[in-house]
């Protein structure tokens, strides 16, 4: 078995057996890696609590025919502040799922790795506007994977969106906006409130930690995010862990 190092983000951790975990991480060099600590859950157990999930590990593992095994981990940010917090878990949860369902392939992304950190750092450095922030992340996610939306023009006539009056609307199936005349291209299109592109296209093109909707503006957004990913994400029906192979 090959023996490797990286920092990763325990994206998720399941009860197995009498005191073990199995664990998913999105790591700085392998992308997701599922793998098993052993004894964990015993009290005296040499990982403590250092394998929660969202915190970032210095992981060693040998790697596995169908899992990983843990031989040792250093936490490097605990985030607690994320995992204390209601709104914050709350996004954090969101955004772990958007990377799960959007890691297919074979190789990891160091881009994927950097902007979940950064994300959850901006979670937990303010006290508000955390679904701002999960909005940003899931588009930004999107645009890494290929899945960008179209925000510039109606998926259907291809008008530009600029100046456009009346309502709009968004089309998941289609993977973009849909102007009041094309609305009928897709019965899943749902209408945007006033505003919501122009938030949207702020989220894409600023840095995570500048992430901020008005208010009203959060949950239309959110709405577009979720939907898109629904659509679009190669392992959005599939969420089981699915391990990585890394060479000898």
Not at 204 to 215: F, I
């Amino acid at each position: 078995m090959a023996l490797y190092k990286s920092k990763g983000i325990v994206l998720r951790s399941i009860r197995y057996g009498e005191a073990d975990r199995i664990l998913d991480l999105y790591t700085h060099d392998y992308g997701m890696v599922s793998a098993i600590a052993k004894g964990i859950r015993r009290t005296r157990s040499r990982f403590g609590a250092r394998l929660e999930p969202l915190s970032c590990v210095d992981v060693m593992a040998y790697s596995g025919r169908s899992l990983d095994t843990v031989t040792q981990a250093e936490v490097l940010r605990s985030f607690h502040g994320v995992r204390e917090h209601l709104g914050r878990l709350e996004a954090a949860g969101s955004m772990v799922r958007n990377v799960r369902a959007l890691s297919g392939g074979d190789e990891g992304d160091r881009r994927v790795f950097n902007l979940l950190y950064r994300s959850l750092e901006t979670l937990e450095e303010r006290g508000a506007g955390f679904k701002s922030v999960e909005a940003a992340f899931g588009l930004k996610l999107a645009t890494l994977a290929g899945y960008a939306p179209e925000l510039e023009a109606c998926m259907s006539c291809g008008a530009s969106l600029e100046g456009t009056e009346g309502l709009l609307y968004y089309a998941p199936v289609l993977g973009g906006i849909l102007c009041a005349d094309c609305r009928a291209e897709t019965a899943e299109a749902f209408p945007l409130p006033p505003g919501t592109l122009f938030g949207l296209r702020s989220l894409v093109s600023g840095p995570v930690k500048q992430a901020v909707l008005e208010e009203r503006l959060e949950e239309s957004a959110r709405r577009v995010v979720g939907a898109h990913i629904l659509a679009h994400a190669p392992a959005a029906t599939s969420l089981e862990p699915r391990p990585r192979v890394r060479p000898a």
